[in-house]
């Protein structure tokens, strides 16, 4: 058998002898071997002194040729990943950017194939993020670390990989705070933020180290744990519409090609349109292929559609102690001593966050509002995101005595008569938000001082005085003058006062809502459905039938149906219980006949009252019951086991909806709640803006950007500079008249004799005459 032929061991043929190591390990491991032996004696002299060393693309070549073959021979090369992470580790400051690259790489490969585990390529890079002077080779290791937590995260949670470096985070935070000018821990905000927005990070842990980057000594770290808080959760759901196609793809985070939401909305006309021009026009491929591309995108939406929803909670959700968290966050940094360091749009931010946190965990740190109070002016730069802030950190736990102030600050510089529309409007909306949250904020006086701007001749101004009017409506009728109550609220005033029923706001008494919760939801279901309904007078309208597996009519075989019972007839049943305890031979009985019976004038007033009353609680309980759809469906429908699972139905879906952001129907008791989970937007407190106020904004933006620029022709430029040659016509200016003047013209109309009209005359209408023969 003739001996095989080898490939020459010339540096030149590196990649070859790559491939016939792969393919046959066994039979090359001589070749290897030799080249490996030449890596050791390179290693050795770039040790030496690796400044001097000039053999670079030999050595990179010889890296990344055993970094592709060490699975293959793992007894051999033991050491050559240490070596390379210590030539990393030690001398990445003095190699070449060629040869930092390649070493990366190589471990990265190297973790690939198993050779080395993630975790000891964490320890190994991610100390480079901070001591590496090159912004390049900084920005390529941060993104070895996001594309490899991904990774590993993939298929399922990586918890143990997870925990350590999220150690890591919390050390490097650690160690850089109080360091004015250290950048390290702001790497731990940045990758902990970038894997919460790609959603490989969901957990408390990542939140907790964001709250110590926000609470860090260096003003950039703390500034950039702030915007963590106010903006990852839109960054995270846009990461996530992106990766599902719904919106343009913006970044190398999109797996489906980044198609965009106009060409899926528009997909089915596309394809109509296009088979309708492909049997029509000239065929060709170019159409064809574009029919093609529009049925793909159609199948990819589709498929978008049947994804099941993930639901994640909000990073403010997921805080440990927020109140600690906000008291440490406004001392440190809105106090005297530490607001120096912020410049005011920081502060603004700091202060969002903090509001923001008050809202939604209902928060007591009252020296908040005092601090807003200082910036309420109309002068103020950015008074709007104050006003905003104001509003979120109100709730119903807040003593109404705090707040007051803010309320009548606002009142006194923003609304009144002297101010422009849009002042006004924004402060009646700003008090708007801050009572939506908490109702006892604000005197009755200055409430229907406020409500008076409803006859206002701006449209702002007037439709924030009735959304404050409706507001009141529904929480504190009382509050309100006797005309703006409206019908609803005065007709359920009365029925409480007749029954003695206070249901007037109380501070630090919640409203508890009475019955079932998500009652209404199940009422509004059924009327979609036409089943058995209710009308307007809370009584039962029959609709379709239902099976819902508990039929009472089953059960009683003897039943009748209703009973009825004659309308002026009095029943006095209220002793009925009583007398049957006391005697078990009707004697109970025979004493309740007598008192229904009596004729006695002594008894006659009690009985008269006692209709009295009993007629107007029922008609109370008509209203009510006209009024509450919930309240309805308890008072004519028997609940079944089928409804209450319906009813489970019903509440999923509305949670789904609520953390969805899709807009239900919320009731009175909840709207408080539901607005604490709002966040407030600065450009909403304006309320509408008519067309000719943006058109009128959009144009002093134009002609600002028109400064210091030449519009115009080059031919009027030079007119203005005085640089052209002058026309026939302004020559004929500068002649004599008499030279001129048997020019017609230079006469003009009113100039003219009669003779010289009449010729003119004249000779226009032979004109006509010849053109009309022809």
């Known amino acids: 058998m003739p001996k095989r032929r080898r490939a020459a061991l010339l540096p030149t043929n590196i990649a070859l002898l790559q491939n016939l190591v792969r393919r046959d390990p066994g039979s090359y491991k001589e070749e290897f071997l030799v080249q490996y032996r030449h890596y050791a004696s390179q290693i050795e002299i770039l040790l030496l002194d690796p400044t001097t060393f000039h053999d670079i693309e030999s050595f990179i070549e010889q890296v990344g040729f055993i970094a592709q073959v060490c699975p293959l021979y793992p007894v051999d090369t033991a050491e050559f990943p240490g070596e390379i992470a210590d030539l990393l580790s030690k ?16 471990l990265v490969l190297l973790r690939n194939r198993g050779v080395i585990t993630s975790d000891r390529l964490i320890q190994v890079l991610f100390p480079l993020l901070t001591t590496s002077n090159s912004k390049s080779f900084r920005k390529d290791i941060f993104t070895t670390l ?36 250290s950048p390290y821990g702001l790497w731990a905000a940045k990758l902990t933020r970038e894997l919460w927005r790609r959603g490989i990070w969901d957990d408390a842990r990542a939140v907790e180290i964001m709250k110590q980057a926000a609470l860090h000594g260096n003003t950039k770290v703390a500034i950039a744990g702030v915007l963590f808080f106010l903006s990852a959760d839109k960054e995270k759901e846009k990461t996530a519409k992106r990766k599902q196609g719904l919106i343009d793809s913006d970044d190398d985070s999109s797996d489906d ?32 292929k574009r029919l093609e591309n529009a049925k793909k995108i159609l199948k990819r939406k589709e498929n978008r559609d049947n994804l099941p929803v993930q639901l994640n909670f909000s990073a403010l959700h997921l805080l440990h102690d927020p109140q600690g968290f906000a008291e440490k966050l406004f001392a440190q940094s809105l106090s005297r001593s530490g607001a120096n360091k912020f410049n005011l749009e920081q502060r603004i931010q700091i202060l969002t966050l903090v509001s923001r946190l008050i809202g939604v965990h209902k928060l007591s740190v009252l020296g908040v509002y005092s601090y807003i109070l200082k910036y309420l002016t109309p002068k103020q730069r950015d008074v709007t995101k104050f006003m905003a802030c104001a509003a979120q950190a109100s709730h119903d736990l807040v003593p109404p005595d705090v707040l007051s102030p803010v309320i009548r600050k606002i009142a006194d510089e923003f609304v009144s008569d002297g ?26 006086d200055l409430l229907q001082d406020l409500t008076e701007y409803k006859g206002s001749k701006s449209k702002t101004v007037m439709m924030a005085a009735r959304s404050l009017i409706g507001l009141y409506r529904t929480v504190a ?88 019972v004659e309308s002026d007839k009095e029943y006095d049943v209220s002793d009925v219980e009583d007398a049957g ?62 409804d209450f699972q319906k009813l489970d139905e019903l509440r999923t879906k509305a ?95 009113n100039k003219r004799s009669l003779r010289d009209k009449q010729k003119i005359l004249q000779a226009h209408i032979e004109k006509q005459k010849k053109t009309t023969k022809h």
């Open 655 to 749: 949670g789904i909806d609520k953390i969805l952001g899709t807009k239900t129907p919320a009731s009175t008791a909840n709207i408080s709640a539901a607005r604490n989970e709002e966040l407030v937007e600065a450009t909403s407190l304006l309320g509408p803006r008519s067309q000719r106020a943006e058109r009128e904004e959009r144009m002093e933006k134009v002609m600002e950007g028109r400064q210091d620029r030449e519009f115009g022709s080059k031919r009027s430029r030079k007119k203005d500079a005085k640089e052209h040659s002058t026309t026939n016509r302004e020559k004929a200016r500068k002649k004599n008249f008499i030279m001129m003047i048997h020019k017609k013209d230079v006469q003009g109309k």
């Open 477 to 564: 009728p009382e509050l309100l003058a006797r005309k703006d109550r409206g019908k609803t609220a005065a007709m359920e005033m009365s029925a409480n006062a007749a029954n003695g029923v206070d249901k007037r706001l109380k501070y630090g008494v919640e409203n508890i809502v009475e019955g079932v919760p998500g009652l209404e939801l199940l009422e509004k279901w059924r009327q979609e459905q036409g089943l058995d309904t209710t009308n307007e007078n809370g009584e039962g309208v029959v609709g379709k039938s239902e099976d819902d597996g508990w039929n009472v009519e089953d059960d009683e075989e003897g039943s009748e149906g209703w009973i009825d």
């Open 581 to 642: 305890d006391e005697d078990d031979d009707g004697a109970g009985s025979d004493k309740d006949s007598d008192v229904v019976g009596s004729d006695n004038e002594d008894d006659a007033e009690p009985a008269a009252k006692k209709a009295k009353t009993s007629t107007t609680a029922a008609a109370t309980a008509a209203t009510n019951t006209a009024q509450d759809p919930a309240l309805s469906l308890m008072a004519t429908k028997i609940l079944t086991p089928a």
């Open 146 to 181: 996001v594309r490899l937590l991904k990774h590993e995260n993939r298929n399922a949670k990586a918890p143990k990989l997870n925990r350590s470096v999220q150690t890591l985070l919390f050390t490097l935070l650690e160690s850089s705070d109080g360091v004015a000018a």
């Open 91 to 106: 001398h990445h400051t003095v190699i070449s950017a060629e040869l930092r690259e390649k070493l990366v790489q190589s």
């Open 419 to 444: 101010v422009a529309p849009e002042v006004a409007a924004a402060g009646i909306n700003t008090i708007r938000e801050i009572l939506t949250r908490s109702p006892l904020a604000i005197e009755a």
């Open 257 to 288: 090609g980044g198609a965009s939401s106009d060409d899926d909305a528009g997909a089915q006309p596309q394809i109509a349109g296009l088979k309708h021009r492909m049997g029509v026009n000239k065929k060709s491929g170019r159409r064809a």
